[in-house]
């Protein structure tokens, strides 16, 4: 796989970049000049329940940097997410923990404030362009709707606005497209028309809910590329979603995989890459197919996510690994550093789990 | 399939076009004044100079039922806003607000609902004082429910739909997502709503006025010129037929616009 190529050249003839600036996991409280997104041990609970659906996630997101977040189905991705973004569906709610943008507190600031936050400093584009788009109005309308409101354009200028951006995701003939319905566009062309609508007003962050997975591969390649270009460009901080470890691979700088509602191995994409210590995270990396690997049965790491209510004490990874020992089953692992940025929540990993097997 | 829906659609419109013209012409022009009696002709069958015949006081038939058409429309605009406004207000809020606030609001328009309509109509007019204005907002009173519900699960549909919470996600204000993302959704449900409401607020209308508490005489009302015909029966049956036929007539035009509307939107989803 090509991607896979990439991070190795980029590992072996290693760059200074952006990266190298952002490659340490700040202590609680702590605030670097260069953070623009900061996730402190965040939780969000179901309403009626009580129960976690995400729990102790910290992450950092610098300025420029590109972040990605894997995990599998149901692991907790959109709901991180649409916490970040203050968006939660009725029946979740935020439990502990802090958010932040910019040194503001997300937690902290009233829904009027985090509303004109949104489209301004921070957007997001979401999985299905089919159904994110409003089917009644045109592109232009919607389009133009949020530079209205943040910038206080006027009609025209909010047009030519519109225009620029839709020519910026490589749309060819924005004129047209502004007076077209969704249904009238491809599912490639609205997620450029997505990706327009969330980028206009320039907001620092960007979160891309698996915005390529609806897609087909050439589609997602340029949709990639587009989202490349406008950070090298504008500068924009993106926290990207994906399945995808391959698109992670290929995207960011940093990398957190998810696991059951938890963060369970995070640093900078070489160092994920080349020493993965969380089973899950070998797992995830056994299951990319590989061209020498043709004809032979893909890899699937055996058993299925535990559900919000088969969530044990122990390592949520336990009934899957095939490593797991006494002390798995009974107690929690925490996300330990691992040099670098590198952190692992995993016994294995940290020598707990050595003393125990002796 | 189909073009079944869609004929039951245009037929219904057919008539509430026909109605309505005959509505709005009494506005400017009835052959007779509809309350010059003239005892000599009284009870007079239809012909050529009184169409539908002459009542018990010599008053021209045609006349009154055009006047009254005009009465009967009025009284369904005005409940049918009145109900589509505080159906909006009520179940907006329950639907977009959701939780508590939801179940408060629906619980009142189910007390509502579980009242027997016509009977909460009489005491609403007998509590004032009767007469048309009283009749039309105690009926725009019982088509608060039904809007309140079609709108409110409407909200439900889409409140948390995707494009909505994109919409949101872009900083969109609550007024903008109800009106702007959320309304335009459900204006089709609520188009069928006001279509069977506005039949239902004639039928209404035309009771309270046929037991004296609607549209007080001399006025003209379907209604009353039914209960006035009653001892006439037998001796002019026309006098009954007129009045009872455009109540009918009003009724299905609604009621097939209103049924075609939901199929055709039944078949598209
Ligand atoms: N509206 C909701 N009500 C209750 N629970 C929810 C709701 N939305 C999500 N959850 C819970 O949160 C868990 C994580 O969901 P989430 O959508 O974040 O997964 P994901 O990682 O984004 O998966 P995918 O890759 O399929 O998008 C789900 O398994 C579900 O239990
Ligand atoms: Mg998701």
């Keep these: 796989m090509p991607l896979l190529t ?33 996730v402190r041990n965040l939780s969000v609970n179901v309403k009626s329940s009580s129960r976690p659906v995400i729990e ?40 502990g923990g802090e958010l932040r943008l910019n040194g503001q507190s997300l937690h902290q600031a009233s829904q009027r404030q985090i509303r004109s936050m949104r489209g301004k400093h921070m957007s997001m584009i979401f999985q299905d362009p089919m159904t994110s788009l409003n089917p009644t109005l045109t592109i232009g309308e919607q389009l133009t709707e949020s530079l209205r409101l943040h910038l206080k354009l006027g009609g025209r200028e909010a047009r030519e606005r519109a225009v620029l951006w839709l020519r910026r995701t490589g749309l060819p003939r924005p004129e047209a497209i502004l007076s077209s319905y969704p249904h009238q566009l491809s599912g490639g062309m609205r997620q450029r028309v997505m990706i327009a609508i969330a980028l206009c007003c320039e907001p620092e962050l960007l979160i891309a809910d698996e915005p390529t997975t609806a897609l087909d591969v050439t589609i997602q390649a340029q949709i990639l590329d587009v989202l490349f270009r406008i950070r090298e460009e504008e500068q924009t901080s993106i926290l990207f979603i994906s399945h995808d470890l391959g698109v992670i691979a ?31 995270t070998i797992g995830l990396m056994k299951s990319i197919p590989k061209p020498e690997k ?24 336990q009934s899957r690994c095939a490593h797991a020992a006494a002390i798995c089953l009974d107690a929690m692992p925490a996300l330990e550093h691992r040099g670098g940025s590198h952190a692992v929540r995993c016994f294995l990993a940290s020598g707990e789990r050595r003393e125990m097997d002796v | 399939m189909e073009s079944k829906s869609t004929l039951t659609m245009r037929l219904g419109l057919a008539i509430i076009a026909l109605l309505g013209t005959m509505a709005a012409v009494s506005l400017l022009y009835v052959p007779y004044d509809v309350n010059e009696m003239n005892i000599a002709g009284r009870l007079q069958s239809p012909g050529a100079l009184h169409w539908f015949g002459t009542d018990n006081f010599g008053r021209d038939i045609f006349s009154r039922v055009m006047e009254a058409s005009k009465t009967a429309f009025l009284v369904g605009a005005v409940a049918v806003t009145i109900g ?26 189910d007390a509502l609902l579980a009242f027997p309509g ?35 699960s409407g909200f439900f549909q889409y409140k948390e739909a995707e494009f909505v919470v994109a919409a949101r996600g872009l900083g969109a204000s609550h007024a903008t997502v109800i009106l702007r993302h959320v309304m335009p959704h459900i204006v089709s449900p609520i188009i069928v709503a006001a279509s069977l409401s506005f039949s239902t607020a004639i039928l209404v209308e035309a ?63």
């Design chain 1, 294 to 317: 043709k004809g032979m049965r893909l890899y699937a790491i055996p058993g299925t996510v535990p559900s919000l209510h088969d969530r044990g004490e122990g390592c949520r990874f």
């Design chain 2, 84 to 109: 589509l406004v505080a159906g909006f207000i009520i179940g907006a809020t329950a639907g977009y607000l959701g939780g508590w606030t939801d179940e408060v609001l629906m619980r009142m328009i």
């Design chain 2, 207 to 269: 009771a309270l006025s046929y037991l004296g508490l609607g549209v007080q005489p001399p006025d003209p009302s379907w209604g009353r010129m039914l209960s006035e015909s009653q001892s006439y029966i037998g001796k002019a049956p026309w006098f009954a037929l007129a009045p009872g036929v455009f109540i009918a007539l009003t009724v299905l035009g609604f009621n097939l616009l209103g049924d075609g509307l939901r199929d055709l939107r039944d078949k598209k989803t």
């Design chain 2, 118 to 152: 016509i009977l909460l109509a009489l005491i609403l007019v007998t509590v004032f004082e009767p007469n048309l204005f009283q009749t039309m907002i105690a009926i725009g009173v019982l088509s608060v429910p039904n809007f309140a519900r079609v709108i409110r």
């Design chain 1, 56 to 95: 102790g996630i910290d992450l950092t997101v610098g300025r420029g940097e590109i972040v990605g977040i894997v995990g599998e189905s149901g692991c907790g991705k959109s709901v991180l997410s649409l916490s970040i973004m203050g968006l939660l569906p009725s029946a979740l709610k935020l439990g």
């Design chain 1, 6 to 38: 990439d991070w190795v050249k980029k590992a072996i003839e290693p760059e200074p970049s952006s990266q190298q600036r952002n490659c340490r996991l700040p202590e609680a409280g702590e605030r670097d000049e260069d953070e623009l997104l900061a």
């Design chain 1, 250 to 280: 290929e995207l960011c700088d940093r990398v957190a995989v998810m696991y059951a509602g938890q963060i369970v191995e995070q640093g900078t994409v070489e160092e994920l890459f080349e020493s993965p210590q969380h089973p899950y």
